[in-house]
């Protein structure tokens, strides 16, 4: 069978086609494409898709440049395609400039994947409808298309007032979310001789303020403390309240708790009578500086991470257990225990930090490693930094993250 030459099937494409890259820089558009929007191949690609086509500046409640470029950025951000609205969006008449045309348009953006299963490129595809709902020829136009026009082009503006109003109620509940948190989540500090870096970021986008949290605490009896991450399942105010009671019931059982599967035992069992906590996971950890050990217990929660003084690596996964609520009658939790030298380092964080779309979990948890041993020698706060600036997308991720380091 002769190999296909997706080129030419590109071009061949019926409707507007065009590629573009996460920059939204064109980097194709097919015949039709170049056709009906009246713009050549050389002026297209290479050049950013609102320098060719900006909003009509003749037009204040243009919308059109705004909304294309959100929905092609949430199909960066997701993986996922995005088909929008309707779309009044008027054209600049190449022969003529200054001349702007009353044009209507049906996006849909779709991603597509590079060789790592990142998002490389965007498939913009547009259907012209003009015609469907504009009735060129003056008074000699069909009533009736005229009527369906208008009413096309109020309900298209009432929806788009509609989904303003929702995204500023969802950027008012996201602030106010954010704030919740902020005032929830402990600051890092030193220990002794020990230092501590802890960085909270939110998932990118209104609706995605999650319960990610982790918490410090100074525990009874000896040189010790208690460090652990969690993450509630959900978006919002709910999930942010949720966080923080199970945040201040573990950083109390912590302190008088015999170990962290005991103070992971009563949190399971608080958890259970709270609306919100299901399926949420922590771990915790409790280090001894004195016997230079760590005990830890895991609910569900991807495993701390041990960077020893020689950049030997240890995931602290020994004792993982179910999630926080998901025995009707708890029992106890396993333990397990871990030694370490000076100069180690020991990380926490939840799973927006390592969890990729179509990517292996594996996968990220070897990327945190490579990370945390290749800046082993900095500072607490250097390594945080280093450590978020290669994980995390460039445009910020669609989860939560949370993380702790702390230089044993």
Same mark, same amino acid.
């Given at each position: $069978? ?69 929905? $092609? ?98 950027a008012r509940e996201r602030e106010v979310a954010l704030a919740?948190?902020? /005032? $929830? ?57 949720? $966080? ?41 950890? @409790? ?27 240890? @995931? ?15 029992i106890r939790r396993p333990q397990a225990a871990t030694a ?30 490579? /990370? ?37």
């Open positions: $069978m002769d190999e296909v030459d997706y080129k030419a099937v590109f071009q061949a494409l019926p409707g507007m086609v065009a590629l573009l890259d996460t920059d939204l820089i064109y980097v194709d558009a097919n015949d039709d494409f170049q056709r009906l929007s009246g713009r050549s191949r050389e002026q297209l690609v290479g050049r950013y898709i609102f320098d060719v086509f900006p909003d009509n500046p003749d037009n204040p409640a243009a919308t059109g440049m705004s909304n294309v470029r959100a929905s $092609m950025l949430r199909v960066t951000e997701t993986g996922e395609r995005d088909a929008m609205a309707l779309q009044r969006y008027d054209v600049e008449d190449p022969g003529n400039p200054g001349h702007w045309e009353e044009r209507y348009w049906s996006p849909v953006n779709a991603p597509v994947a590079g060789p790592d299963g990142k998002v490389a490129y965007i498939l913009h595809r547009v259907e012209e409808v003009t015609e469907l709902i504009r009735v060129r020829g003056g008074a000699g136009g069909d009533s009736r298309a005229r009527i369906l026009e208008a009413e096309l082009y109020t309900r298209a503006r009432e929806l788009q007032e509609l989904n303003e109003r929702l995204r500023q109620a969802h919740l948190q902020e /005032a $929830m989540l402990p600051a890092g500090r030193q220990v002794g001789d020990h230092r501590t870096a802890v960085r909270y970021r939110p998932a990118v986008g209104a609706l995605n303020v999650c319960g990610d949290w982790y918490d410090l605490v100074d525990l009874v009896g000896g040189n010790r403390i208690g460090v652990s991450v969690g993450d509630v399942v959900g978006h919002g105010l709910r999930a942010a309240g949720v $966080m923080g009671q199970l945040r201040s019931a573990l950083s109390a059982s912590s302190r008088v708790a015999d170990g962290p599967a005991q103070a992971l035992d009563v949190l399971g069992r608080y958890a259970h009578v709270v609306d919100g906590a299901e399926s949420a996971t922590a771990v915790t950890t @409790f280090i001894d500086f004195d016997a230079r050990t760590i005990a830890y217990s895991s609910a569900g929660h991807p495993p701390p991470v041990l960077v020893h003084a020689d950049g030997r690596v240890e @995931f602290l996964d020994q004792a993982t257990d179910t999630p926080l609520d998901a025995r009707p009658d708890p370490y030298g000076d100069g180690a380092t020991l990380a926490l964080y939840t799973d927006g930090l390592i969890e990729r779309r179509r990517e292996d979990i594996d996968v990220g948890l070897g990327r945190l490693a490579d /990370a945390l041993v290749e800046h082993r020698t900095d500072t607490p706060e250097e390594l945080a930094d280093a450590v978020l600036l290669e994980l995390l997308p460039p445009g910020g991720a669609t989860d939560d993250t949370a993380l702790v380091i702390v230089r044993l």
